[in-house]
C-alpha cells in the first residue's frame, strides 16, 4: 500500500521485453493446456500444470504489471513482483544513466543505476526519468 503524497513512477518498457515475457506466458499456457487435455488426467499432471500457470504466466504477469518506483518522505521503495527494496535519500551515493543489461527491477535497458549504502546498486527505469531524477534529487537534498 503506497503512502498518502508519495510518488510513483511505472517502469519504461521495452518492446522486446514486453514480448519475451508475454511469449512465456503464452508458452506456459500453452504447456498447461497440453497437460490438461491429455488423455490420462492424473493428479501429478494437474499439479504440473498448476506450477506451469502459475511460475511460467504469473511471474512474468506479476513482474509486467507492478514494476513501479514510489518517492515516499524519507525513501525510494522499489516493487517488482515479489521483489522489493527500500532505499533510505541519505543513503543514495549517486544516481548515474546506464543501459547495463544485468538483471533488476526495471523492464527497459534506459535504465538508472543507483548507488547505495555499502556498494550496493540497484537499477531502474523509470517511464518519466527526468521528472523522477528532479524529484529524488529534492528528496535528497532534504535529506541530508
Known amino acids: 500500500m503506497e503512502k498518502i503524497g508519495a510518488r510513483v513512477y511505472r517502469s519504461k518498457a521495452d518492446a522486446w521485453l514486453v514480448a519475451a515475457l508475454c511469449l512465456a506466458i ?40 507492478s514494476t513501479r518506483y514510489t518517492l515516499e518522505a524519507r525513501q525510494l521503495v522499489v516493487r517488482s513482483g515479489p521483489f522489493c527494496w527500500r532505499i533510505r535519500y541519505a543513503q543514495i551515493e549517486a544516481i548515474t544513466p546506464t543501459s547495463n543489461p544485468s538483471s533488476s527491477p526495471a523492464l527497459s535497458l534506459d535504465r538508472l543505476r543507483i548507488d547505495y549504502g555499502r556498494g550496493k546498486t540497484l537499477m531502474i527505469s523509470p517511464r518519466d526519468r527526468s521528472d523522477f531524477l528532479r524529484a529524488i534529487e529534492a528528496k535528497r537534498r532534504s535529506a541530508s
Open 26 to 65: 503464452a508458452g506456459s499456457l500453452g504447456a498447461a493446456y497440453a497437460m490438461l487435455s491429455s488423455a490420462s488426467m492424473s493428479a501429478t499432471l494437474l499439479a504440473m500444470a498448476a506450477v506451469s500457470i502459475a511460475i511460467g504466466s504469473g511471474l512474468p504477469a506479476w513482474l509486467l504489471l
